[in-house]
Structure formats: C-alpha cells, structure tokens
Nanobody, 127 residues
C-alpha cells in the first residue's frame, strides 16, 4: 500500500505561482504513473496533469497546458506540480495520486485509473 502526502498549497494572487509537492512512500513508486487532480466546491474532480513512471511522458488538461508543469524525482520519491499564471478558476483542493498499474507506457487523467490518493492541499487564487 502506498502513502501519498501533498504539500505546498496556499493563498496566492492571480498571476502568481505555486509549486505543489507530493511525497510517496510504501509501494515502489518509481514504477507507477502519477497524477494531479483537483476539485472545487460543487464540482467534480478533474484531472490536471499526469506523468509516466519514467517521467518521459506527460499529459495535461486544457486549462493546465502551458501554465502547469508536472515533474518527478524518482530518487526522492517526489512528484511536483509547478503552477504559473494562476487564475481564480484554479482555486480548488489539489490531490496527488498514484496509478494502480505499474509500468504503464502512458498516463491518463481518468481518476478511475488511480488507486492511492492523498488528503489534498488547498490552493486559493484571489483576484
């Protein structure tokens, strides 16, 4: 079983930046794809970004592409989400999650493909 712990959220003004971190322990994390999802009050959870186990392939939602960057350091078992040019619509609880199947050659933004979830870190963007 894996444990996933997010950090780095906070309050930022529109146009600002934040870097979220996700520490993974338990299962050998370097063979699993990782994803970042978010959920705003009253809305469904949506995929933001994902990265394959090797880090060679990533995918982003339309709203995140060009502003967010996902990366991972397998030596440290950490996944990052660098967010730039933040907008009030980015306000949400952000969750890090680990894929349920090892050695995937790609990654997805479908929450049903992910097994282990963290408790989330709140990001609030003021206008």
């Amino acid at each position: 079983q894996a444990q996933v712990v997010e950090s780095g959220g906070g309050l930022v003004q529109a146009g600002g930046s934040l870097r979220l971190s996700c520490a993974v322990s338990g299962l050998r994390s370097d063979v699993f794809a990782m994803g970042w999802f978010r959920q705003a009050p009253g809305k469904e959870r949506e995929g933001v970004a994902c990265i394959t186990y090797s880090g060679q392939s990533t995918d982003y939602s339309g709203s995140a592409r060009g502003r967010f960057t996902i990366s991972r350091d397998n030596a440290k078992n950490v996944v990052y989400l660098q967010m730039r040019d933040l907008k009030p619509d980015d306000t949400a609880m952000y969750y890090c999650t680990q894929d349920g199947s090892p050695w995937r050659v790609d990654c997805t933004l479908r929450p049903t493909d992910y097994t282990y979830w963290g408790q989330g870190t709140q990001v609030t963007v003021s206008s």
